[in-house]
């Protein structure tokens, strides 16, 4: 008698289990999506932060509601209503303007310039020659001083896009697409693994993903989905278009530079030095058109690497005692090095070295914005950190910086909001180290 009635109560909760779960589900995605509405009435979200940071956070109360339904129940009809719900979030956030970052005025800035037929690593903006190319977006552009700083990649991209259209709008469209081929790609990665396809909400419904792209519009997404294409295409063992496309991410934004050794170490010789080589003529072809001004390309990039610094916890915290940049910037080119040469050498699998790369370039930086975690949070599809993902929350509170500069031209971050931003991280990483101790404890 009782396990009669143990069956019906399993059997009524799976029945239940089966109907609430995609209704949860759905709420999950209309309160995101709610809060996305209300934040496309505020106007100037640099300025009306208040108003920013509670859309926000409430959007990602929803976001982890749904991340806990689908870990206790994925649902054939969830990747559906996942999928819906992207392109929702992503069609109300593209008709917001970019207030949080300019640099989206800065592409289509050297979009235009590059359909004059002019060499954008040659001349600054605020050149005076290059007036007739001002528009209404010009005085948005941060650091009109110095040339272009993105590679060879992007400024083929920025022209592509421009000679189309150089409205933000077109831009941020295009950027919206990326987003959703990353979300494809994702998929198709999971199911060769044979991870539940349901686990992509973790980046498609990420609120700072979605912000970051659709509304800000950042060119990281289009290196992300090449970065992504490639590890796709390398586990079905095409290896050289994957190297293609893999230099191809390199060539827009230069985050993936050390994962050419990690990609090289899980092939045989032969077929390594043939990746190589195809790596190395694409470098070339992209380059080829800008070679006139070789020896100022890494100009712009070598001003941000030696003076640029914000949002770096690890940064500031060795500064106050050991004041010497370049001496930082070296240890921490050596220490991520180390850690290729051992994954290298243990030929970890790319979706658990890459990851691990990426997080030690953020956090050893100087510099850290938030849109660049679109590098990491599509991995964390595959294993995720909560503390990670609590992080893209978190890293919001850098933007207090913005109502002084916007209002007053004042660049001053504050010390309190560093505190609190890694503060919180390093708490939730202690939790989730507290977590695993316990039950490995209770295993014992």
């Known amino acids: 008698m009782d396990s009669l009635f143990r069956s019906a109560l399993h059997f009524f909760q799976n029945k239940m289990t089966s109907k609430v779960y995609p209704i949860l589900l ?12 209300f934040m496309t009435l505020t106007p100037d979200w640099g300025i009306n932060l208040g108003k920013y940071f509670l859309g926000f956070f409430i959007a990602f109360v929803f976001y982890l509601i749904a991340f806990y339904l689908i870990e206790q129940d994925r649902l054939k009809q969830s990747l559906r209503i996942i999928n819906f719900f992207s392109i929702l979030f992503a069609a109300t956030l593209l008709w917001t303007l970019p207030t949080l970052s300019n640099d989206i005025h800065r592409y ?22 290059l007036k007739d190319l001002r528009d209404s977006n010009y005085h948005l552009m941060d650091h009109r001083f110095l040339t272009a700083i993105y590679p060879p990649g992007a400024q083929l991209f920025f022209r592509l896009v421009t000679k189309m259209s150089d409205e933000v709008v077109f831009l941020k469209s295009i950027l919206i697409l990326c987003y959703g081929g990353c979300i494809w790609i994702l998929i198709q990665i999971l199911k060769l693994g044979n991870i539940p396809k349901e686990r992509v909400l973790i980046f498609a419904w990420n609120p700072l993903v979605l912000i970051e792209t659709a509304s800000s519009g950042h060119i990281d997404i289009l290196g992300v989905l090449l970065l992504l294409f490639s590890i796709l295409l390398f586990f079905q063992n095409k290896f050289y278009f994957s190297g293609i496309l893999l230099s191809a991410s390199v060539l827009v934004k230069y985050m993936p530079i050390p994962f050419l050794f990690l990609w090289v170490r899980q092939m045989r010789i032969k077929v390594g030095l043939v990746f190589l080589f195809m790596i190395g003529i694409e470098f070339m072809l992209l380059y080829w058109p800008y070679r006139e001004s070789f020896q100022k390309i890494f100009d712009s990039l070598l001003t941000y690497m030696g003076h640029w610094q914000f949002n770096g916890f690890i940064y500031r915290c060795v500064m106050e005692y050991y004041p010497e940049r370049e001496s930082f910037i070296r240890g921490s080119v050596l220490l991520i090095a180390l850690e290729i040469i051992y994954f290298f050498w243990r030929k970890t699998s790319l979706l658990r070295a890459v990851p691990i790369v990426i997080v030690s370039i953020l956090f050893l930086s100087p510099v850290l914005y938030p849109w660049y975690l679109l590098w990491l949070v599509p991995f964390l599809v595959f294993k995720p950190i909560l503390s990670m993902i609590a992080f893209t929350a978190c890293i919001q509170l850098s933007y207090f910086i913005l109502p002084d500069y916007q209002l007053l031209g004042v660049w001053q971050e504050k010390e309190w909001v560093l505190w609190l931003e890694y503060g919180t991280l390093g708490g939730m990483i202690i939790f989730e180290w507290g977590r695993k101790l316990i039950v490995y404890r209770n295993l014992i």
């Open 26 to 37: 759905v709420l999950s995605g209309l309160g995101q999506e709610t809060s996305y509405l």
């Open 108 to 129: 289509l800035w050297e979009g235009r310039v590059q359909q004059a037929g002019i060499n954008p690593y040659l001349i600054s903006p605020e050149n005076e020659g």
